[in-house]
């Protein structure tokens, strides 16, 4: 099972864009990347998810590497509302038995 | 709306007491998961279940259970055998059918007092 590498912590000013790195250089040719943030007491809210090409939401892009070892996710104008921990998982997107790990994540602060 | 709901939000519980956390959906998801999450910590598993009368253990099943007797619900059960139960636990689904991921709950704060 792929595994992903965060950094622990990263901040970023408000109306600014925040970049999230993850590592994720095992990862399989069926394996999807996926993006999930919580905020403080709450469950995980799902942003995004890609396999290869980069995708935009309403929430964010994603930006695979063309190897596929390693993604950002990009908040194009980050607000006081996006202070949350970001978690990055891999996992084959249809069926099969796979639980995915969620980590730590990336504790993002935005700062006004 | 369609959606996966815990209750109740905050739970208090005295030592040696079992106590029975709620998780239902209405999405017509397949698998369901428990999740614990201690301070600073990422998600632990707990139990999951894929289909209906069936589940499996996770990494931290040890004092806790569960059943799976209908498709919406799937309800988690900490016994007097969990010896730190104090955690905020998280209930996910997911369509076994479909790439998009998991959808969780908001999630029960369990205090032991």
């Known amino acids: 099972d792929a595994k992903t590498t965060q950094p622990t912590s990263m901040d970023c000013a408000e109306g600014r864009a925040a970049n999230l790195p993850c590592n994720h250089s095992t990862i399989s040719g069926n394996e999807y990347v996926y993006w999930y943030r919580q905020i403080h007491s709450q469950g995980p809210q799902y942003i995004i998810h890609g396999l290869k090409n980069n995708e935009t939401n309403e929430m964010a892009s994603l930006i695979i590497t063309e190897d596929r070892k390693s993604s950002t996710l990009i908040l194009p104008h980050a607000t006081l509302r996006d202070t949350a921990v970001y978690y990055c998982i891999v996992r084959v997107g249809v069926g099969g038995s796979y639980i995915p790990t969620f980590g730590r994540g990336t504790s993002l602060i935005v700062h006004p | 709306d369609g959606g996966i709901t815990q209750s109740p939000k905050y739970l208090f519980r005295k030592e040696g007491q079992n106590v029975t956390l709620s998780c239902e959906q209405n999405?017509?998801?397949?698998?369901m998961y428990w999740y614990r999450q201690d301070p600073g910590q990422g998600l632990r598993l707990i139990y999951y279940?894929?289909?209906?009368?069936?589940?499996q253990k996770g990494d931290i099943a040890e004092g806790y259970s569960v059943s799976r007797e209908k498709k919406e619900s799937f309800p988690l059960t900490v016994t007097s055998a969990q010896k730190n139960p104090t955690a905020f636990y998280l209930c996910?689904?997911?369509?076994?059918?479909?790439?998009?991921?998991?959808?969780f709950g908001s999630g029960t704060r369990l205090t032991v007092v």
């Open positions: 999405l017509n998801h397949d698998a």
């Open positions: 279940s894929q289909i209906v009368n069936d589940f």
């Open positions: 996910a689904s997911r369509n076994r059918t479909a790439s998009y991921g998991y959808t």
